[in-house]
């Protein structure tokens, strides 16, 4: 049987849940998947964990290969090294403490064959203590609002899991994820992505999104993580000066937020200016800029006001 689709698994630090993980992907009721894991030199018993319910699961097993990290490379290495083995027409990524319905896979794809998008975003429900609960249906906005929903930040989560991606937007964007970019390494797939792909919807819950794991990547930031935000947004400046020869407002809006973040993480400025490279264009977010880079209390309460105010605009 050819496999259509391929479900990729970055695994680090999740014995508490990568069981459960694994048997929601082998109970889809979808059958040409194939399963790729890959194991950041997790240091407990994850791996061990995956073996045993791939055991239970023999009509899966033969379509399931686990790859090896030489060593702990963070899960931006781990995302390109999983994407680079993709075969399939079409991929998804699921998040290791994370769980699927088991419709997920089908009605991702009977969507896509519905439409020929290259992307199909699905609704998800917030999964906490083995329960599914809210319910957070994808984005309805036309492409132009949306992708301006996406470049703002804050308004859209930059998700990368609870979709169905063809294989070809692997070519479109080639370097989706980036070594050392493990800390908004979505915002960097994202924000690319919107600019170049068509997207289509369903509203179908495919995806239980964890929230009680405290060991989350999402959960510890830390100043590391933050110099990774600034490399992933200049990542995306770099990837719309080449494609357009400017930049749109709502991307500025975004970019400024990573000027936001320093004060909060105690980052001196000068840091996001030297790794970023951002010359603002737009006359508000010259003004912004200029802003953000004073040093009195009074004006980053006002920078911070007026920021909140143009990015809701």
Same mark, same amino acid.
Request: with cysteine; hydrophobic share 40%; glycine share 4%.
């Given at each position: 049987?050819?496999?259509?689709?391929?479900?990729?698994?970055?695994?680090?630090?999740?014995?508490?849940?990568?069981?459960?993980?694994?048997?929601?992907?082998?109970?889809?009721?979808? !059958?040409?998947?194939?399963?790729?894991?890959?194991?950041?030199? !997790?240091?407990?018993?994850?791996?061990?964990? *995956?073996?045993?319910?791939?055991?239970?699961?023999?009509?899966?097993?033969?379509?399931?290969?686990?790859?090896?990290?030489? !060593?702990?490379?963070?899960?931006?290495?781990?995302?390109?090294?999983?994407?680079?083995?993709?075969?399939?027409?079409?991929?998804?990524?699921?998040?290791?403490?994370?769980?699927?319905?088991?419709?997920?896979?089908?009605?991702?794809?009977?969507?896509?064959?519905?439409?020929?998008?290259?992307?199909?975003?699905?609704?998800?429900?917030?999964?906490?203590?083995?329960?599914?609960?809210?319910?957070?249906?994808?984005?309805?906005?036309?492409?132009?609002?949306?992708?301006?929903?996406?470049?703002?930040?804050?308004?859209?989560?930059?998700?990368?899991?609870?979709?169905?991606?063809?294989?070809?937007?692997?070519?479109?964007?080639?370097?989706?994820?980036?070594?050392?970019?493990?800390?908004?390494?979505?915002?960097?797939? !994202?924000?690319?992505?919107?600019?170049?792909?068509?997207?289509?919807?369903?509203?179908?819950?495919?995806?239980?999104?964890?929230?009680?794991?405290?060991?989350?990547?999402?959960?510890?930031?830390?100043?590391?993580?933050?110099?990774?935000?600034?490399?992933?947004?200049?990542?995306?400046?770099?990837?719309?000066?080449?494609?357009?020869?400017?930049?749109?407002?709502?991307?500025?809006?975004?970019?400024?937020?990573?000027?936001?973040?320093?004060?909060?993480?105690?980052?001196?400025?000068?840091?996001?200016?030297?790794?970023?490279?951002?010359?603002?264009?737009?006359?508000?977010?010259?003004?912004?800029?200029? *802003?953000?880079?004073?040093?009195?209390?009074?004006?980053?309460?006002?920078?911070?006001?007026?920021?909140?105010?143009?990015?809701?605009?």
């Amino acid at each position: 049987m050819k496999m259509t689709v391929t479900i990729l698994v970055p695994v680090f630090g999740v014995e508490k849940y990568i069981g459960e993980c694994a048997e929601s992907l082998f109970r889809q009721n979808y !059958t040409e998947i194939e399963y790729i894991f890959c194991n950041d030199c !997790t240091p407990d018993g994850s791996i061990g964990a *995956l073996s045993e319910v791939i055991e239970r699961y023999p009509n899966r097993k033969e379509h399931v290969r686990i790859l090896h990290n030489e !060593t702990n490379k963070g899960v931006g290495y781990t995302r390109n090294h999983l994407v680079s083995e993709v075969k399939t027409d079409y991929f998804l990524f699921v998040d290791s403490d994370d769980v699927l319905p088991p419709n997920a896979v089908s009605a991702l794809v009977n969507k896509m064959h519905e439409t020929d998008t290259d992307i199909v975003d699905g609704a998800y429900a917030i999964y906490k203590d083995g329960n599914a609960g809210k319910k957070v249906k994808p984005s309805h906005d036309d492409p132009s609002k949306y992708l301006d929903k996406v470049l703002c930040q804050n308004m859209i989560l930059p998700r990368i899991w609870g979709r169905l991606y063809k294989a070809s937007v692997l070519q479109m964007v080639k370097d989706l994820f980036i070594e050392g970019i493990d800390y908004a390494e979505d915002i960097c797939a !994202t924000s690319r992505l919107a600019c170049v792909t068509s997207r289509s919807w369903t509203d179908e819950v495919v995806y239980y999104y964890r929230t009680d794991n405290i060991n989350s990547y999402t959960r510890n930031i830390t100043k590391k993580n933050i110099l990774s935000y600034f490399n992933a947004m200049a990542v995306v400046l770099s990837f719309y000066h080449q494609r357009k020869g400017h930049l749109p407002m709502s991307l500025e809006i975004g970019v400024l937020n990573a000027f936001r973040e320093c004060g909060r993480a105690r980052i001196d400025i000068r840091k996001a200016d030297e790794i970023i490279g951002y010359i603002p264009e737009h006359f508000m977010a010259q003004f912004l800029y200029w *802003l953000f880079h004073r040093k009195s209390k009074a004006v980053l309460i006002f920078a911070d006001y007026l920021y909140r105010l143009v990015r809701a605009i």
